[in-house]
């Protein structure tokens, strides 16, 4: 069968027409969609874990698959997670989704990854575009050749818990209560001491304490050295302390006043003459401290003894113990009527 040459032309510019137009709309739906993949790392050793990023930019309006993810990525790359697809506006009129994923390698050496297929489709054509290939390189641990395989890391010990050095704790405790028993406890005991405590001593009576620390001042005799109100201030003192040890009576917080006053409301404490003497000597000492008075010579002596007269005609008299009498007769025999 033949054709005239004008129906052969016919033909011819229809075909290349036709292939001018698939062509033409492939090259529309390609363009514009890129795919990437890329690491965080290229070199790590045996088990590491790194990221791998999965990027394809495309159009709004075509519809975009990512490829399928299997547990084995490669020969040598596995997959140890898989993160969420992102998206983000990437300018003139294209979109970018991305997706994160974790993985690893258990087999040493330099590794080739081949790309990922992205399957696209608009207007009822399908295509795909793939990325570019990556390498990775997974090294071994070192081996020392005359020790052999070690351990990565150094074994270390855990922290010790209270559960497990309690035993322990309470042994020693028991030991040191056991050595303070026979050093201290024991000793203390044979002497009839206190178990931890010091024996305080006992105070002297009042008028013991009183009178020795007149007999200082005696001694001291500070009129001499011109310490006159030392001298009062020192005296009062000691026989308000006394008043305070031997009656009860409030002396250190009341006045000279106060004082006498109390001693005469309560005649018990003290006779008259013992009151006057008292008197005499706070008084005097009231005006030597607060209104500069000057006193004799004299004065100093009289106070000195007043403050004596007053101590020893009030003191608490020691009770004696009656002596018993000691029979001797020993042997002798006695007659009972």
């Given at each position: 069968?033949?054709f ?6 016919l ?41 791998l ?11 975009v ?6 547990k ?7 997959l ?5 697809v ?50 990775l ?6 081996i020392?050749?005359k020790k ?19 035993p ?9 209560s ?5 050093l201290?406890a ?21 008028h ?53 006053k ?5 005649r ?14 706070l ?8 209104a ?16 004596y ?5 009030t ?13 001797d ?9």
């Open positions: 069968m033949k005239s040459n004008k129906t052969y032309l033909q011819k510019k229809f075909i290349l027409i036709l292939i001018l137009a698939i062509t033409s709309g492939v090259t529309v739906h390609a363009q514009g969609i890129t795919a990437k993949a890329r690491m965080d790392s290229t070199k790590i050793l045996l088990g590491d874990q790194i990221k990023f999965l990027e394809v930019t495309h159009p709004k309006d075509v519809k698959t990512f490829p399928a993810l299997n084995m990525l490669s020969q040598n790359l596995e140890i997670q898989k993160g969420k992102e998206q983000s506006g990437a300018g003139n009129n294209l979109v970018k989704e991305a997706i994160e994923l974790t993985v690893t390698s258990f087999d040493s050496g330099k590794h080739e990854i081949p790309p990922f297929y992205f399957k696209y489709s608009k207007g009822g054509i399908t295509d795909s575009v793939k990325t570019n290939t990556l390498t390189s997974v090294n071994s641990f070192k020392d050749q052999g395989p070690t351990d990565i890391k150094s074994p270390y010990s855990a922290s010790l818990t209270l559960k497990e050095i309690l322990y704790l309470l042994g020693i405790i028991l030991l040191l056991l050595i303070f028993f026979l201290y024991i000793p203390r005991r044979k002497k009839a001491l206190p178990f931890l405590f010091k024996q305080e001593k006992p105070l002297d009576p009042p013991i304490v009183a009178l020795r620390e007149l007999d200082h001042i005696k001694e001291e005799k500070p009129w001499e050295k011109e310490k006159i109100k030392e001298f009062y201030t020192e005296t009062t003192d000691i026989i308000r302390n006394y008043i305070v040890r031997r009656f009860g009576v409030s002396a250190l917080e009341q006045t000279s006043e106060e004082t006498i109390e001693f005469r409301k309560q018990n404490l003290a006779d008259e003459k013992s009151i006057e003497q008292l008197e005499q000597m008084s005097l000492a009231d005006l030597v401290k607060f500069k008075y000057t006193p004799l010579p004299d004065d100093h002596t009289i106070t000195l003894a007043n403050a007269f007053f101590i020893l005609h003191q608490i008299e020691e009770m004696k113990k009656p002596e018993i009498p000691v029979d007769r020993e042997g002798e025999e006695v007659e009972i009527r």
